[in-house]
């Protein structure tokens, strides 16, 4: 093994009887449990020879990829620090909602990652408002200039970024306060008791599983509205309102507070059962999809510095849209 410095994490992972069930390979396996990170940069990191077997760990021998450990093994991965993105500007297409010298308003497209982050150090939001919005860099975080809110990468949707500090400043305070209307749609599996509902609780980084969050554990107070709009058979046409705005929020509270997980979500849910439940046509149409269906459909909020009412709303993407009238 690579000597440890300062700048690398280390991190030790025991394998346990119920992971080798859910896991047939070891690149599964920790790309479930480390956040942010694909298999393709856990294949670099074993290529480095930074992931190995800890020095107490009862399972010695050689480590593969394509397999999973014993139980009881201790897995160590060295995580080298993120590597200084030069965050230059990017043409990737964005459709803007509106714009004035202050902020801009987009549609995030499905698939696309908000800020750089480890394994994505190219091609997100903020490389393609750098090519659209050039003198955003110095408003913000240094590695997510303009960045006030985001969206995780399956989801799409309405969202504003700042341009300049003073709207940056401002906005976020918005978010802070709740002051912001934010509402989404989604497709989710399961039965639903009630219409419509509040769903509160804490959400915090999940104990076993770091690329998830989990419902009622230590960590921040969440709130949800629910209101369903439409069922066909298992599948619930439900809108969302935002009260606060937590990482994996609405993923997280369908799915453990209602048991409704999000349709073809792969950390709250399990796409290969949700296939079951549709009929041939659309599950041969989703078969490969990598995205959770959740829209963030409307942004409203008063503009930080002009003080005006802005309301913002976007169509869902056309699968889902397409998915919708199959349904029905």
Same mark, same amino acid.
């Given at each position: 093994m690579n000597p440890i410095d300062e700048t690398i994490e280390s991190l030790q992972i025991e394998v346990k009887a119920e992971d080798r069930v859910e896991f047939k390979r070891l690149d599964q396996f920790l790309a479930a449990k480390l956040d942010h990170f694909s298999r393709t940069t856990i294949k670099t990191l074993f290529t480095q020879e930074l992931i190995s077997f800890d020095d107490l760990s009862p399972v010695q021998g050689k480590l593969e990829l394509k397999k999973m450990p014993q139980e009881g093994a201790i897995i160590e991965i060295q995580i080298p620090?993120?590597?200084?993105?030069?965050? $230059?500007?990017?043409?990737?297409?964005?459709? /803007?909602?509106?714009?004035? $010298?202050?902020?801009?308003?987009?549609?995030?497209?499905? #698939?696309? !990652?908000?800020?750089?982050?480890?394994?994505? @150090?190219?091609?997100?939001?903020?490389?393609?408002?750098?090519?659209?919005?050039?003198?955003?860099?110095?408003?913000?975080?240094?590695?997510?200039? #303009?960045?006030? +809110?985001?969206?995780?990468?399956?989801?799409?949707? !309405?969202?504003?970024?700042?341009?300049?500090?003073?709207?940056?400043?401002?906005?976020?305070?918005?978010?802070?306060?709740?002051?912001? +209307?934010?509402? @989404?749609?989604?497709?989710?599996?399961?039965?639903?008791?009630?219409?419509?509902? /509040?769903?509160?609780?804490?959400?915090?980084?999940?104990?076993?599983?770091?690329? /998830?969050?989990?419902?009622?554990?230590?960590?921040?107070?969440?709130?949800?509205?629910?209101?369903? &709009?439409?069922?066909?058979?298992?599948?619930?046409?439900?809108?969302?309102?935002?009260?606060? #705005?937590?990482?994996?929020?609405?993923?997280?509270?369908?799915?453990?507070? &209602?048991?409704?997980?999000?349709?073809?979500?792969? &950390?709250?849910?399990?796409?290969?059962?949700?296939?079951?439940?549709?009929?041939? $046509?659309?599950?041969?149409?989703? /078969?490969?999809?990598?995205?959770?269906?959740? +829209?963030?459909?409307?942004?409203?909020?008063?503009?930080?510095?002009?003080?005006?009412?802005?309301?913002?709303?976007?169509?869902?993407? $056309?699968?889902?849209?397409?998915?919708?009238?199959?349904?029905?």
């Open positions: 620090p993120p590597i200084e993105s030069s965050l $230059e500007p990017e043409n990737i297409p964005l459709e /803007k909602l509106f714009e004035d $010298e202050h902020l801009v308003v987009i549609v995030k497209p499905q #698939g696309l !990652v908000t800020h750089p982050a480890p394994g994505h @150090y190219t091609g997100t939001l903020v490389h393609a408002i750098l090519y659209h919005c050039p003198d955003l860099k110095g408003v913000g975080e240094v590695r997510r200039p #303009g960045i006030v +809110h985001r969206l995780d990468k399956g989801t799409s949707g !309405v969202m504003v970024v700042a341009k300049t500090n003073q709207a940056h400043e401002g906005l976020v305070n918005l978010f802070a306060t709740h002051d912001i +209307h934010r509402r @989404y749609e989604c497709l989710c599996l399961g039965h639903l008791s009630k219409l419509e509902g /509040k769903l509160e609780s804490t959400i915090g980084r999940h104990p076993q599983n770091r690329k /998830k969050m989990a419902a009622d554990v230590r960590g921040k107070k969440a709130i949800t509205h629910f209101k369903r &709009l439409a069922v066909y058979g298992d599948i619930n046409h439900v809108e969302c309102t935002l009260e606060t #705005g937590r990482t994996h929020q609405i993923r997280v509270h369908l799915s453990q507070l &209602l048991n409704c997980p999000i349709l073809m979500d792969e &950390l709250y849910g399990d796409p290969r059962r949700h296939l079951k439940h549709l009929s041939t $046509e659309l599950a041969t149409l989703l /078969k490969e999809t990598p995205h959770p269906f959740l +829209h963030a459909k409307e942004l409203g909020f008063v503009h930080p510095i002009t003080k005006e009412k802005l309301f913002f709303s976007s169509p869902a993407p $056309e699968l889902f849209q397409t998915v919708l009238e199959k349904l029905k």
